[in-house]
């Protein structure tokens, strides 16, 4: 937390990943991510759900005791409701944070949970878990009424407590004057570079999905992970099938005169 807070005060930009499991949550670690974020986007890009709102808290449990086993230096954060389960996810899944979507409405509940000693991340602007009443998954703030509800979001959640909010799928301009409005970081996503830091999901940003999948507009693919593994387990199935794999160094050896011995005993079964 004091380091995020250095980092606001600086200027400089926090750099936020999503991980669903040990390797996920490794890799960003060693990467040098400054948070990480167990997001609900694992229903869908780790457990092959319709939408965010699928996942269950225990599911969520699961995922981030995978996710906090891994990570060494960056600070672990959980998206959930409610303070006993916010005490579950810190207990349980070992997390140093949670994450809630929602503005006004949500910030008694931030307020609760922060009284209670635990650390609060805020998510305003687009909440897929109320995209639904949100009309789907739409930009939020594009005119001067819609951007004043998502500043008045903003200012609930920060004065409910928060040490920080994501604010998604938003104009740029309007978040980054939100942004010099507030004393707490924002971390965007499809929410322009005026933000204090960044998360996109990581999943997207390295390309491990087939072929022909839709991803938002925001994202920027940095790597094709689908492509190498494919190419990798491809190959890997055609040496096996032609008796390449495993190779001579691939195995353990065995003295000949044992070998001999051993096929002269099994003569005798």
Same mark, same amino acid.
């Given at each position: 937390?004091?380091?995020?807070?250095?980092?606001?005060k600086?200027?400089?930009?926090? &750099?936020?990943?999503?991980?669903?499991?040990?390797?996920? &949550?490794? *890799?960003?670690?060693?990467?040098?991510?400054? #948070?990480?974020?167990?997001?609900?986007?694992?229903?869908?890009?780790?457990?092959?759900? !319709?939408?965010t709102?699928?996942?269950?808290?225990?599911? #969520?449990?699961?995922?981030?005791?995978?996710?906090?086993?891994?990570? /060494?230096? &960056?600070?672990?954060?959980?998206?959930?409701?409610?303070?006993?389960?916010?005490?579950?996810?810190?207990?349980?899944?070992?997390v140093?944070g949670?994450?809630?979507e929602?503005?006004?409405? #949500?910030a008694?509940?931030?307020? /609760?949970? *922060?009284?209670?000693?635990?650390?609060?991340?805020?998510? =305003?602007?687009?909440?897929?878990?109320?995209?639904?009443?949100?009309?789907?998954?739409?930009?939020?703030?594009?005119?001067?009424?819609?951007? #004043?509800? =998502?500043?008045?979001? &903003?200012?609930?959640?920060?004065?409910?407590g928060?040490?920080?909010?994501?604010?998604?799928?938003?104009?740029?301009e309007?978040?980054? *004057?939100i942004?010099q409005?507030?004393?707490?970081?924002?971390?965007?996503?499809?929410?322009?570079?005026?933000?204090?830091?960044?998360v996109?999901? !990581?999943?997207?940003?390295?390309?491990?999905?087939?072929?022909g999948?839709?991803i938002?507009?925001?994202?920027?693919?940095?790597?094709?992970?689908w492509r190498?593994?494919?190419?990798?387990?491809e190959?890997?199935?055609?040496?096996?099938?032609?008796r390449q794999?495993?190779?001579?160094?691939?195995?353990?050896?065995?003295? !000949?005169?044992?070998?001999d011995?051993?096929?002269?005993?099994?003569?005798?079964?």
């Open positions: 937390m004091g380091v995020l807070r250095s980092m606001y600086k200027n400089d930009p926090i &750099a936020m990943m999503t991980a669903h499991d040990f390797p996920s &949550a490794h *890799v960003a670690d060693a990467a040098g991510m400054d #948070m990480i974020l167990v997001g609900d986007s694992l229903a869908m890009v780790a457990l092959g759900m !319709q939408d709102n699928e996942v269950t808290v225990d599911d #969520m449990l699961l995922h981030c005791k995978s996710v906090a086993r891994a990570t /060494k230096a &960056a600070f672990t954060i959980s998206p959930e409701q409610a303070l006993a389960t916010a005490i579950r996810f810190v207990k349980e899944g070992r140093q949670i994450k809630l929602g503005g006004k409405e #949500m008694p509940t931030i307020k /609760k949970i *922060v009284e209670a000693g635990i650390p609060v991340l805020a998510h =305003v602007g687009l909440t897929p878990q109320r995209q639904n009443a949100l009309g789907g998954f739409r930009v939020q703030g594009k005119t001067s009424k819609g951007a #004043m509800r =998502v500043l008045e979001d &903003a200012l609930a959640v920060q004065e409910a928060c040490f920080a909010m994501v604010i998604e799928a938003v104009p740029a309007i978040a980054s *004057v942004t409005r507030l004393s707490v970081p924002t971390i965007g996503i499809g929410a322009g570079n005026g933000c204090s830091g960044q996109l999901v !990581q999943v997207d940003m390295s390309g491990y999905f087939p072929p999948r839709t938002p507009k925001f994202v920027k693919q940095y790597g094709n992970v190498e593994s494919l190419q990798a387990i190959s890997y199935r055609e040496e096996v099938k032609s794999y495993p190779a001579p160094e691939h195995t353990y050896p065995i003295a !000949q005169e044992e070998l011995a051993f096929i002269r005993e099994t003569e005798k079964v």
